[in-house]
C-alpha cells in the first residue's frame, strides 16, 4: 500500500492534481457538483502561497474567457463548473477549440445524472465531440488527480483545451489519493500568433480544416494514454464496455474478477481500433455509461441492422434515464442480490425546504399577500435556495428554468400581455445572468416587477462570495433603472404590512420595477 | 475485511463528521475507504445520507449495493427507516437515535417508527440527545452515535478516540475530554449486544 495518503472528495483530487500539475489560475462559478474544486484551491496554502488566482467569476463564460486568456499569456488555468454552466460558457468553449491554447487549459464539467441538485442530466463528452477536444473521464479519486494532471500535458501537447467529465457520485464521494511531485508553474509568454487568436472567418477556417484533419491523429494519442485499457475475459459471449464511474459498478459484480472482456473507457474521442478490436472478439456488447448513452448511439447508429447486439441503455437492458447505480448494473449483468427490508408503508418523504429564519420565508410572505388582489399575476422564479419557494407553504413561484430566465421570461410573458408580471431573482443569480435581460425590459419599459432576493451570498451552493455584494443598487441604477422604482425592503415579520403596501405600489406601476429584499442568508450567519 | 454502512439523517444534523471520524481512523490504520456524501440541495434539512465502505483491500464502487449494509446509523428514527433495502437481509444492524427532527407534516406516530425500528432483526435504539445532555455535552450528540455504532463496527477503539482527539484538539482538552466522555458511553451502551454477533 502506498505510502503518504490523504482522503480527498473526487472534486478535491481534481484541484490538488491541477495544484500539482503547476495552474496559476482557476475560474468558476459555484454550482453543484463542482463547486468543491475552487473550494479546495481557495483553502490550499499552496495557492495562497503562489499566488493562484481562486477568486469566483460572475458566470461560467467568464470564468472560461478569463481562463483563456491566461492560458494566452503561456499559463496553466483551470475552469469549473456544473454540466448546466457549460451552456453558459458554450460560446467560449466551441471557440477556445478553434483558437486552440496557449499554455494548458483544462475545463470541467461536473454532471449530475439523476439531477440530484439540478434541472437536467445533459451529458458534458456530446460538448467534447461537439467542439472537437479531447474528454477525460476518470472512474476513481486516484484516476482524477492523476488525469488532471495528464490532462494538462495533453492540452499543451496538443495545443488545445481538454474537457474532464465527472459526475456527482465521483465530485463526493472521498477515497485515498496518493499525490505526486508538483510541477512548478508555467512562466510568463505571451501568445503572439494573430492567426490562431484572431478568428476572422479566414483565420477560422484555417484552424477547424486543420483541426479536423488532425482528429484521426487526436484520437490515435488520446486512446494511446494509459487510461483506456482492454480487460481479457474468457466469456466472449459478451464484451462490456464500461466508461468513467461504470468500471467501478462493474467489478463491484464480480469481486473475483469479470469473465467477460472489458474495455475501460476514460478518453474520448473513441478510438475505432479499440472499439473494433472487441466487436471482432466478442457475440454482443454491453455499454455501461453514467448519463446519455452517449457511446451506445455512436455505436448502434441509425442502421436497422447494426452490425451485434449492442445492449445498454437504447435496447431497455439499462434504465433510459438516471444515474448508474451498483444495482441497476448488477440487474443487467445479471447478478442482483438479495436486498435488506422493504420500507415501511408509514414513511414519508422529506424534501429539502427553506431554513428557519430565513428571509425568503419573509419575502415570499410579503410577495404574496401583495399579490392576492392580482388572480391574473404570474411569478417566474430562478435558480437558488428560493426555488424551494414552489412547494407548500408558500407555493409562491411559477416558473424555474435556467440562470437569469426569471427576468427575461418575466419580460416576455409581459409583452404577451401578463399582469402583473413579476420576477424573482437571487443576488448572485442577478449578477450571473440577471443584469442583461434586466437591461433589454428596461430598454423597452416593460411593464415588470423585478424582486431581487438579496442574502449577499450564494447559498444555495454552501455560502461563496456574490459579485452583487455592494453593488445591486448602482448595477440596476446603471443599466437605466428609475431612481424612484428602485426600492429597498428589509424582509422581516415586523416590516410585513409596510412590504406588502410597498410591492402594491410597484406592481401597479406601468414600467420597470426593481424591489430589492435584503436580510443575510441565516446560514451564514451561523458560520459567523 | 471489508465493512459497508449507510449513515443517516436530515440535512444539519452533521452525519458527515461521523463519517469524517471514521474516515480518519480507517486512514491512520492503512485501510482503502470509500465516503459517497450528500452535497447540495437536499442539505437544506431534507433526507441526507451518507454510503461509508472500509476494507484492506482496494474498493470499487462508491456507493453500498443495497443488500450490502452491515449497519444503518441514523441520527433520527424516521431516517432509519428510509434506507432500509441497504441493509444486509440477515446480519445487519440498525443503530438509531431516537430524537425525531420534526420539520415536516404530518410527522409518523413516533411509537409506531419505534416499533418498525424493533421489529428489525438487530435494532439498537437509543436517545443520544439524552445521553450528551446527561455528561453534560449537549452538541457531543454524534459522539453518542459514533461510539454506540463502534462496537460492531472493526476498527479499535483506541483508533476512533485517536481520531476525536485530533478532530476536537484545535478547540481545547476540556472539549477532547467531554467529546470522548460521550463517545464511550455510546460504546458502553451497545458493547454487550456486539458480542455474540450472529
Known sequence: MATKRTLFLGDEALAQGALDAGISGVYAYPGTPSTEIMEYVQQAPEAAARGVHRLWSANEKTALEEALGMSYAGKRALCCMKHVGLNVAADAFMNAAVTGVNGGLVVVAADDPSMHSSQNEQDSRFYGKFAAVPVFEPASQQEAYDMMRQAFEFSEQLRLPVLLRITTRLAHSRADVTASAPRSENPLNVSTSTRQWVLLPGHARHNWASLMARLPDITRQADALPWNRFIPGPDRSLGIIAAGLAFNYLNECFPDGCPHPVLKISQYPLSPDRIGALQAACDAILVLEDGAPFIEEQLTGLFPKPVMRIRGRLDGTLPRTGELTPENVAAALGRSRPEGPAVPALMTPRPPALCRGCPHCDSYAFLKEALAGFPASRVFSDIGCYTLGALPPYEAIHSCVDMGASITMAKGAADAGVSPSVAVIGDSTFTHSGLTGLLDAVAEKTPMTLLILDNEITGMTGGQESLALGRLEALCLGIGVDPTHLRVLLPLARHHAENVGIVREELEWPGVSVVIARRACIQIKKKG | ?198
Open chain 2, 1 to 198: 475485511m471489508n465493512y459497508d454502512m449507510i449513515i443517516a439523517g436530515v440535512g444539519g444534523q452533521g452525519i458527515l463528521s461521523i463519517a469524517t471520524l471514521l474516515g480518519r481512523a480507517a486512514l491512520d490504520l492503512n485501510l482503502h475507504l470509500k465516503q459517497s456524501e450528500v452535497h447540495g440541495m437536499a442539505q437544506r434539512g431534507g433526507a441526507v445520507l451518507a454510503h461509508l465502505r472500509l476494507s484492506d483491500k482496494p474498493i470499487h464502487s462508491d456507493l453500498v449495493p443495497r443488500g450490502g449494509a452491515a449497519m444503518i446509523l441514523a441520527m433520527e428514527p424516521l431516517e432509519a427507516l428510509r434506507y432500509l433495502p441497504w441493509l444486509e437481509p440477515a446480519g445487519g444492524w440498525l443503530v438509531s437515535n431516537a430524537e425525531p427532527v420534526r420539520n415536516i407534516e404530518p410527522y409518523p406516530e413516533l411509537e409506531a417508527l419505534f416499533a418498525e425500528i424493533r421489529r428489525q432483526a438487530h435494532p439498537f435504539l437509543f436517545n443520544a440527545e439524552k445521553m450528551a445532555r446527561d455528561l453534560g455535552a449537549p452538541r457531543a450528540v454524534n459522539m453518542a452515535m459514533l461510539g454506540a455504532a463502534s462496537s460492531f463496527i472493526p476498527l479499535p477503539a483506541e483508533s476512533l478516540e485517536a481520531a476525536i482527539t485530533a478532530q476536537f484538539t484545535r478547540k481545547g482538552e476540556a472539549v477532547v475530554a467531554s467529546n470522548l466522555a460521550v463517545f464511550r458511553a455510546g460504546r458502553q451502551a451497545t458493547e454487550a449486544l456486539s458480542q455474540p454477533r450472529p
